[in-house]
């Protein structure tokens, strides 16, 4: 088996899981959730949440993974061993199986990005006109076009992960990410200085406090803050696998959270703004992206410029979680078979591509598919994955693989979160989710 690379450090580190973190859930949900429940007043549940719950699950994750210096798989069989427990590797297999899930339709979208950043960078959308867009869209997902882009999206992926974590992964991020950032705040800039976007503003940050007593806000609060940096079991326990003994994991999980927070409220500035100042609907999900984002770039001054950088700017936010989704399944091949990176890559994307073709080709079966997998998988895994890190390994030993490297070490009060409020509000993520079709 190849030697296991690690990463170069702690900013490597960082870059990787704030790239592993930020994704489309960043741009197209959370601006739509944060004025819809409540403004400034959504923030009080979400930043609790993120910063108490998901900077706890990080933690978790990496420290399981640097522990162990295995994959999901891997790090579960060994601590079952441990233990002299049954079960560990069909356990282990369903965070991976669900971020694999991920990369399957995740890759899909990534090639509908890459089509429409080319689609801005050659002013294709100025001979489309505004009734038109929403056709144009619906033309191309779910329709053989959508392959050729799917397998592009696929390729470039699969070039990166092949390079290995520090000339693939980190370099990537490393480049991707200040990049990404820089973007976000001229863009915003520009769309706070459009006509009518004190409208967005007002949509965003002026507070309903009476929605604090719908408990619909705090489920879809805790749903966004769980799931945007990425807990599932798996994909932030890869990146902690490759992580050296002396980097300061309680930092590393606060600065993921705080830079994926600080990515959201810029995309919600890039975009909430631009959407009432032409007096639009806000939307969510890929119906903002593809439609609403399309149709202000027609209506601005100069939306060639900002649309070929708003576009390339979700090309990155998306590409660098891709990353993370195809690691997750490479290093599950190479641990278990053990076979070198560059053939574990080219079956994963493979197996990616080909899957991935029927929900190119039927944009119901893409959503069932997305939905069973975010909606079930991805919670249980990260449900498993809670009880394993807390509970079968220790959450004792957890908290001093945590606490090797760290300036200011975690007290004994942090058993308690992790072991009980953290696994506890796991399970109900997963509950709330299925009643609700989904809360991620």
Same mark, same amino acid.
Request: one cysteine or more.
């Given at each position: 088996?190849?030697?296991?690379?690690?990463?170069?450090?702690?900013?490597?580190?960082?870059l990787?899981?704030?790239?592993?973190?930020?994704g489309?859930?960043?741009?197209?949900?959370?601006?739509w959730?944060?004025?819809s429940?409540g403004? &400034?007043?959504?923030? $009080?549940?979400?930043?609790?949440?993120i #910063?108490?719950?998901?900077?706890?699950?990080?933690?978790?994750?990496?420290?399981?993974?640097?522990?162990k210096?295995?994959?999901? $798989?891997?790090?579960?069989?060994e601590?079952?061993?441990?233990?002299? /427990?049954p079960?560990?590797s069909p356990?282990?297999?369903?965070?991976?199986?669900?971020?694999?899930?991920?990369?399957?339709?995740? /890759? $899909?979208?990534?090639?509908?990005?890459?089509?429409?950043f080319?689609?801005?960078?050659?002013n294709?959308?100025?001979?489309?006109?505004v009734?038109n867009?929403?056709a144009?869209?619906?033309?191309?997902?779910?329709?053989?076009?959508?392959?050729?882009w799917?397998?592009?999206?696929?390729?470039i992926?699969?070039?990166?992960?092949?390079l290995?974590?520090?000339?693939?992964i980190?370099k990537?991020?490393?480049y991707?990410?200040?990049?990404?950032?820089?973007?976000?705040?001229?863009?915003?800039?520009?769309? #706070?200085?459009?006509?009518?976007?004190?409208e967005? #503003?007002k949509?965003?940050?002026?507070?309903?406090w009476?929605?604090?007593?719908?408990p619909?806000t705090? $489920?879809?609060?805790?749903?966004?803050?769980?799931?945007?940096?990425?807990?599932?079991?798996?994909?932030?326990?890869?990146?902690?696998?490759?992580l050296?003994?002396?980097?300061d994991?309680?930092?590393?999980a606060?600065?993921?959270?705080?830079?994926?927070?600080?990515?959201?409220?810029?995309? &919600?500035?890039?975009?909430?703004?631009?959407?009432? &100042?032409?007096?639009?609907?806000?939307?969510?999900?890929?119906?903002?992206l593809?439609?609403?984002?399309?149709?202000?770039?027609?209506?601005m001054?100069?939306g060639?410029?900002?649309?070929?950088f708003?576009f390339?700017s979700?090309?990155?936010?998306a590409?660098?979680?891709?990353?993370?989704?195809?690691?997750?399944?490479?290093e599950?091949?190479?641990?278990?078979?053990?076979?070198?990176?560059?053939?574990?890559?080219i079956i994963?994307?493979?197996?990616?591509?080909l899957?991935?073709?029927?929900?190119?080709?039927?944009?119901?079966?893409?959503?069932?598919?997305?939905?069973?997998?975010?909606?079930?998988?991805?919670?249980?895994g990260?449900? /498993?994955?809670?009880?394993?890190?807390?509970?079968?390994f220790?959450?004792?030993?957890?908290?001093?693989?945590?606490?090797?490297?760290?300036?200011?070490p975690?007290?004994?009060?942090?058993?308690?979160?992790?072991k009980?409020?953290?696994?506890?509000v796991?399970?109900?993520v997963?509950?709330l989710?299925?009643?609700y079709g989904?809360?991620?």
């Amino acid at each position: 088996m190849e030697k296991r690379e690690t990463f170069s450090g702690k900013i490597g580190f960082i870059l990787a899981c704030i790239g592993a973190a930020i994704g489309l859930g960043n741009i197209w949900m959370f601006p739509w959730r944060l004025g819809s429940y409540g403004g &400034a007043a959504f923030l $009080i549940p979400y930043l609790f949440f993120i #910063l108490v719950l998901g900077t706890t699950g990080l933690m978790g994750e990496f420290a399981f993974g640097r522990n162990k210096k295995r994959g999901a $798989i891997g790090a579960f069989k060994e601590v079952f061993e441990e233990r002299n /427990l049954p079960l560990a590797s069909p356990l282990g297999a369903i965070p991976v199986i669900g971020v694999s899930g991920v990369f399957v339709f995740y /890759l $899909i979208v990534v090639g509908w990005i890459l089509k429409y950043f080319i689609l801005a960078l050659t002013n294709g959308f100025a001979t489309v006109s505004v009734d038109n867009i929403p056709a144009m869209f619906g033309g191309f997902a779910g329709q053989p076009q959508s392959i050729v882009w799917h397998m592009l999206a696929i390729i470039i992926t699969l070039i990166i992960v092949n390079l290995g974590v520090v000339k693939g992964i980190e370099k990537a991020n490393k480049y991707m990410m200040p990049t990404l950032f820089a973007i976000l705040i001229v863009l915003g800039s520009r769309s #706070l200085t459009l006509p009518g976007a004190l409208e967005g #503003l007002k949509f965003l940050f002026i507070p309903d406090w009476a929605l604090l007593k719908d408990p619909t806000t705090w $489920i879809m609060a805790l749903g966004q803050s769980f799931f945007t940096v990425s807990l599932g079991g798996a994909a932030m326990l890869v990146y902690g696998s490759y992580l050296k003994d002396d980097v300061d994991i309680p930092e590393s999980a606060i600065h993921t959270a705080i830079f994926n927070t600080c990515a959201s409220f810029l995309a &919600a500035l890039v975009i909430i703004p631009a959407v009432f &100042a032409f007096g639009l609907s806000p939307q969510a999900g890929p119906t903002l992206l593809f439609i609403t984002i399309p149709n202000i770039l027609k209506l601005m001054p100069g939306g060639y410029i900002f649309g070929t950088f708003f576009f390339l700017s979700i090309f990155f936010a998306a590409l660098s979680s891709a990353l993370n989704l195809m690691e997750v399944p490479v290093e599950a091949l190479m641990d278990r078979f053990n076979i070198s990176r560059r053939k574990s890559a080219i079956i994963v994307g493979t197996l990616g591509f080909l899957i991935g073709i029927p929900l190119d080709l039927n944009i119901n079966l893409f959503g069932k598919f997305a939905d069973f997998v975010s909606i079930y998988l991805i919670p249980l895994g990260a449900v /498993l994955a809670a009880i394993v890190f807390f509970w079968v390994f220790g959450v004792s030993r957890a908290r001093e693989e945590i606490n090797k490297g760290a300036n200011k070490p975690l007290g004994v009060w942090w058993e308690f979160v992790a072991k009980y409020v953290f696994t506890i509000v796991a399970v109900i993520v997963l509950v709330l989710g299925v009643i609700y079709g989904g809360i991620g």
